[in-house]
């Protein structure tokens, strides 16, 4: 809807602009991608009618997700073949191979673009890549299974969870040096940042649990609980984290609870659970932010969240073992 | 549960514990955890397939491993954990060994013992207030008439076994069982556990049978002729069943059930589809990386006993770096506390029973290749945890510490 931002414009060439936007967007919705971890396949739904425009064969094993921030590029983790598969976001094509070392679980780019942040799962490793160049810059020894990264507001720091050692670890990216290490709760899988950066919250998987940390004084300064009448506590395992652009409502992927729960990011108190598919994990905003997409790993399919209501609207197959999901505009 | 262990620890532990600058500086400190076994005298060549091996280092692997992945976390926070490998020739003097080791005062064990020897350690008046982990058995009477308060079980029992397969039979619609049933005490105790299954799930038992089968020497150039004819012998009932549920807790005959048995039907129980903690072959919930770590490790597969050892470490590392416990009666209270939570790979935290020190698990139905099932199935319920569904409940239990 790009008429609703293009105000204040009243000469024509401004209001040509506006047209050339809506051609453009009209020319071309927004797109989803999905990595299908047993069909070793990214699958692109198209953002506006959500029906499958193209099936794209990876390597094995993707995993985590990621678009450049110039949109240009989707990049793949493929965990079993040591590299990350770039995707031409225009040909949706796999137009470039880069090397990661063993067992890429999940990445994560620094805000212009020019690192990759890849966290090896097998290897209790982070590796830093120049995407220009494919060359590694560094290596980091971090906790066992790392998996999750969050990218500070100038990307000065790094954080990655590692599952088994159930820590938060913070890299100071100048020295490329672990500066802080925190305990959080048994197996963390996500490490999400506040719109502001005021807040870094990590899920806890086994834990069943989110620990709010200010990235400042590396504490944890809440733990945020979850409880679902007729859902066992054990059942409950929260992975996928986003926030709205207003910062006031974080969504949390809750796992074999098949649901999504609405946190209040001030109070973080539970709001709501809207029910979704089997299993899900990661999740993504459309690129207004009116939708949330919910990748549903067990039922093979991406719940759509209306954002303003909490509905489930509808969900979308996808392929098998959906895992992660990036979208561009 | 976790979030109120991690409120505890917010409002209890010193800020040094999560200030990193602080915990850089302090000083690291060392936590010794004793693994004790017994060498027992083992003839590898009655094991019936050639594939099966016993490695030296079975169960002793897994704790290495997790005293590895344990120093990973304490380098960071300032722990470094130690394992000090005890082994007592077969033959040798148990009591005295342990009674040596616990004159140094109260002691945290791992236990890669049989069920009389972890006994007789855990019976030693100096043992009162150490903490034993049981890594290596599974024999229900440790959890019932013969618990004890210093014993923390990390393996399903017998009953929590029959009662896996069981949810799974009842949830495949296959409730006419066959039960045959080997020589040994283990094997009867087996047995009336499927008994017990039976019941509480409403399958039948529709024959018996036991089978005193000597199975001499296993190596023999022509022995699968007689295997061929003698195993439809014993499974030739009058009426039909749906599966044979075989009681062989030592292996002596219950492999050459399946292709062999009188009628085309499946074997499950301690062959077959069998009931464990943990296979080489299991993979879901991140247990692939677990594998492929332990085989970086060990250059082999990860067995039951190796996953028993690398839990009893992970445990321990639990009760010292996220508790705070560092001796062992508080280590136990936290152990039986609802702040205790151990992850193992199973999509769910394991916590302990309170009342009979089992910890309890989902627990995976395998062939040799395959994971098939998982038990607790969809659909039995529980009003505390699914998970104690399998093996001795509250009500039922006979255990008084």
Redo the contacts between chains.
């Keep these: 809807m790009p008429f609703l931002r293009a105000t204040g414009g009243r000469t024509a060439p401004a209001l040509l602009a506006v047209l050339l936007c809506s051609l453009a967007a009209t020319a071309r919705a927004s797109e989803l991608f999905v990595s299908n971890e047993v069909d070793d396949t990214v699958t692109v739904l198209n953002g506006e009618t959500y029906k499958i425009i193209a099936t794209i064969p990876t390597d094995q094993r993707p995993r985590g997700i990621f678009a450049t921030p110039d949109h240009k590029y989707v990049l793949v983790c493929d965990g079993d073949s040591s590299n990350i598969d770039v995707i031409d976001t225009k040909t949706m094509k796999v137009v470039r191979k880069i090397d990661t070392g063993p067992?890429p679980e999940t990445l994560a780019m620094s805000p212009s673009g020019d690192k990759v942040y890849v966290s090896n799962?097998?290897n209790?490793l982070v590796t830093i890549i120049n995407f220009a160049t494919g060359k590694w810059i560094t290596q980091i020894p971090v906790?066992?299974?790392p998996e999750g990264l969050g990218v500070s507001r100038r990307g000065h720091t790094v954080v990655v969870v590692s599952?088994?050692?159930?820590?938060a670890?913070?890299i100071d990216t100048k020295t490329w040096k672990?500066?802080?290490?925190?305990?959080?709760?048994?197996?963390p899988r996500i490490a999400q940042f506040t719109r502001d950066y005021r807040e870094l919250w990590v899920s806890?998987e086994?834990?069943?649990?989110v620990?709010v940390i200010n990235p400042a004084t590396?504490?944890?300064v809440h733990?945020?609980?979850f409880h679902i009448p007729g859902i066992?506590?054990?059942?409950i395992?929260p992975v996928g984290v986003r926030f709205t652009p207003d910062d006031r409502t974080a969504f949390v992927a809750l796992g074999?609870a098949n649901r999504v729960a609405v946190v209040d990011r001030k109070t973080y108190k539970v709001e709501k659970y809207i029910l979704v598919g089997q299993r899900p994990w990661q999740i993504a905003f459309s690129p207004h932010h009116k939708r949330l997409f919910v990748v549903n790993g067990l039922t093979n399919d991406v719940t759509i969240i209306d954002v303003a209501s909490l509905q489930a609207v509808k969900s979308v197959p996808v392929g098998r073992l959906p895992w992660g999901i990036a979208v561009i505009p | 549960m976790v979030g109120l262990l991690t409120l505890a620890l917010l409002a209890g532990v010193s800020q040094s514990f999560w200030s990193p600058s602080a915990a850089a500086h302090a000083a690291v400190r060392a936590f010794s955890i004793t693994f004790l076994r017994k060498k027992y005298h083992f003839n590898p060549e009655i094991l019936p397939s050639l594939l099966e091996t016993h490695p030296a280092n079975l169960g002793l692997a897994g704790s290495q491993e997790a005293i590895y992945e344990l120093n990973t976390a304490g380098k960071f926070i300032g722990w470094n954990f130690k394992l000090n490998v005890v082994t007592v020739p077969d033959g040798g003097n148990l009591a005295a060994t342990a009674a040596r080791l616990l004159a140094r005062g109260p002691q945290v064990i791992i236990s890669d013992l049989r069920p009389a020897d972890l006994l007789t350690v855990s019976d030693l008046p100096s043992a009162k207030n150490a903490l034993i982990l049981d890594m290596r058995t599974t024999e229900d009477r440790l959890r019932q008439q013969e618990c004890r308060a210093n014993v923390f079980h990390l393996l399903p029992s017998q009953a929590m076994r029959t009662d896996a397969i069981a949810q799974y039979l009842v949830w495949k619609r296959w409730p006419r069982w066959f039960i045959i049933q080997g020589p040994t005490r283990e094997d009867a105790v087996y047995a009336a556990d499927i008994r017990r299954s039976a019941a509480r799930y409403g399958a039948r038992i529709v024959a018996q049978r036991s089978y005193n089968y000597n199975p001499g020497s296993r190596r023999s150039d022509t022995g699968y002729q007689q295997i061929q004819t003698q195993m439809p012998l014993a499974t030739e009932v009058s009426g039909d069943y749906d599966v044979i549920f075989v009681a062989d807790e030592t292996d002596l005959f219950g492999d050459y059930l399946p292709y062999n048995t009188y009628a085309a039907r499946p074997v499950v129980g301690t062959q077959g589809l069998v009931a464990s903690a943990w296979t080489p072959a299991y993979q879901e919930y991140a247990a692939l990386q677990m594998q492929q770590r332990f085989d970086l490790f060990a250059h082999r597969g990860m067995t039951e006993r190796d996953y028993g050892g690398w839990l009893a470490v992970r445990i321990i590392g639990n009760a010292v770096m996220r508790a705070q416990k560092t001796s062992p009666l508080p280590m136990r209270k936290y152990l039986r506390s609802k702040d205790f939570l151990v992850a193992g790979y199973k999509g769910q935290g394991l916590t302990f029973r309170r009342w009979d020190n089992q910890l309890r698990q989902p627990v995976l139905l395998s062939t040799p290749l395959m994971t098939v099932s998982m038990s607790p199935q969809h659909g039995f319920l529980h009003p505390g945890y699914t998970t104690d569904t399998l093996g001795f409940d509250e009500p039922e239990t006979k255990c008084h510490f």
């Design positions: 067992d799962e097998n209790a906790g066992i299974e599952e088994t050692t159930s820590m670890h913070f672990v500066v802080a290490n925190i305990l959080v709760d048994t197996r806890s086994v834990g069943g649990t620990s590396h504490q944890i733990i945020i609980n066992d506590k054990e059942y395992g074999r």
